[in-house]
């Protein structure tokens, strides 16, 4: 059995005990290898190999760089960063095998500050979806309720940090990934400004909408892995405010607070309540046409770049496939109609690719642009995910207040705008369904602005207070 107060601590926590001797790397690595096996049906890992980590953990007992940094923490890394001593397999049949030649920049940046490789995540197939729900490597369960998908398509990390298997890991974001899972299973999630982090060694969807983000327990610990990978040593405390009075939050509510699941409305309700309370300043303007600029971006940028940028990595990492090997091992039937669809007739056209680059997306990125401007508002505040989890296999449509809706569509409606307009965007636990399922708000700010936003989630983080966990 785990020791259960080993694998409750936060990063932070576990940073703090270590740098104090209150416990040892060795004892910590140990806990969370107990926990990730009594945790083993939600199918979360990939790939792990717990005598290296142990020999890892050993070495930082023994060069006194327990604490420092990053030092002694393992972590979980989503199936498709680079790593050279577990697999890369983006968790589709022809990359199976797949170990990199060398580390993704951001994971060297991890393991520089001392963090540790504690095991390779599950994740939608090639990350085209966001149920988890992939039929190479098995389907992912919810930690609140195995029966459920936990996100995706980070959804095996998101599960793995709900679970207590590892206390902070990193995901990858093109448009939900990193923190519709997160809200799904009741952890933080921050996808930052596109460009705050290399996207290299990443085994990718689209360059201009993919980026990694952390996802940890509490937004303090996203702070932390934030600086690591960027090689910033963090610094509590720093640049920070005390207080959310006078705090300026917009709230769109055409589009993102529409037909919204009864407990998320009730849910996003009871915060707003509290923030109001604490003295923030609601903006009622709503986001012009944000909704038909995001559908002109989205698929064209992402389906478009998708056939260009995975043959480049594969020759750029020497992987010895071509993009049809790839395509013929997929298991996955929803990522491989789309990947299909991209390889005959009805590939996405160069010139609608080149529409979205050239029009649509700049007019998307100055739409965000001009709402913080005129507003004056530090952030927007909108439910993350419109409905809680839903059951495994739902995968092509689920219910929405007596209607069947289309299941990717439904997920991503209030994530994909920011991640087409490459803002900043975190999601927070806030509380629990009437069923116990986990329910998360999202704040986006305008591009560069990820400090800012930090700084005000760490703030209604400590006043909405959500400490429930699931029942191990």
């Known amino acids: 059995m785990a020791d259960k107060t080993l694998v409750e601590l936060t990063i932070e926590e576990a940073l703090a005990a270590l740098r104090n001797k209150s416990m040892s790397c060795v004892d910590y690595a140990d806990a969370l290898i107990a926990q990730c096996d009594g945790q083993a049906h939600l199918n979360a890992l990939t790939d792990y190999n717990w005598d290296q980590l142990r020999q890892s953990a ?15 923490i393992p972590l979980a890394l989503k199936a498709n960063i680079n790593t050279t001593s577990l697999r890369t397999c983006a968790a589709t049949g022809a990359l199976h095998d797949h170990i990199a030649t060398t580390n993704a920049p951001i994971a060297d940046a991890l393991f520089a500050a001392g963090g540790l490789l504690g095991a390779k995540c599950n994740m939608h197939e090639l990350a085209f979806g966001i149920t988890t729900n992939n039929k190479v490597t098995g389907a992912t369960g919810n930690p609140y309720n195995a029966s459920m998908i936990p996100g995706g398509s980070s959804g095996g990390v998101a599960a793995a940090i709900a679970a207590r ?70 610094a509590p405390g720093a640049g920070q405010t005390c207080s959310l009075a006078g705090v ?32 923030v300043i609601f903006i009622g303007e709503d986001l012009i046409d944000v909704e038909t600029l995001n559908a002109a971006v989205s698929f064209p940028v992402a389906l478009y770049e998708f056939m260009q940028d995975l043959p480049k990595y594969l020759v750029e990492n020497e992987v010895p496939l071509t993009i049809s090997d790839v395509f013929e091992q997929i298991g996955s039937e929803d990522v491989k109609a789309v990947f299909g669809s991209q390889m005959g007739p009805d590939a996405m056209p160069s010139a609608v690719y ?119």
């Open 58 to 72: 050993i070495r930082i007992d023994q060069n006194g760089t327990a604490g420092r940094h990053l030092g002694g």
């Open 165 to 234: 298997m590892m206390p902070g890991g990193i995901g990858t974001d093109t448009g939900a990934s990193v923190r519709l899972p997160a809200a799904l299973c009741g952890v933080v999630g921050y996808r930052p400004t596109m460009g705050r982090y290399s996207g290299k060694g990443i085994v990718p969807i689209s360059h201009t909408r993919d980026t990694a983000g952390p996802i940890t327990r509490t937004v303090t610990d996203a702070c932390i892995l934030d600086n690591a990978m960027r090689r910033r040593e963090y």
């Open 248 to 279: 300026r939050i917009g709230l769109p509510r055409k589009m993102f607070y529409e037909n919204l699941d009864p407990d998320v409305a009730s849910e996003a309700s009871r915060v707003l309540d509290l923030l109001s309370n604490a003295g």
């Open 354 to 472: 080149q529409e979205a680059m050239s029009i649509h997306r700049p007019k998307l990125r100055q739409t965000y642009a001009n709402y913080f401007t005129d507003n004056r508002v530090d952030a927007v505040l909108f439910p993350t995910s419109p409905l809680v989890t839903r059951p495994i296999g739902q995968d092509e449509t689920v219910d929405l207040n007596g209607t069947q809706v289309p299941t990717f569509a439904t997920f991503i409606r209030n994530t994909d705008p920011a991640s087409n307009a490459g803002i900043p965007g975190i999601s927070i636990p806030t509380g629990l369904s009437s069923s116990g399922l986990p329910i998360g708000m999202e704040l986006d700010s305008a591009e560069g602005n990820d400090d800012h936003l930090l700084m005000i989630a760490r703030l209604i983080e400590e006043l909405v207070d959500c400490r429930a966990a699931p029942n191990f």
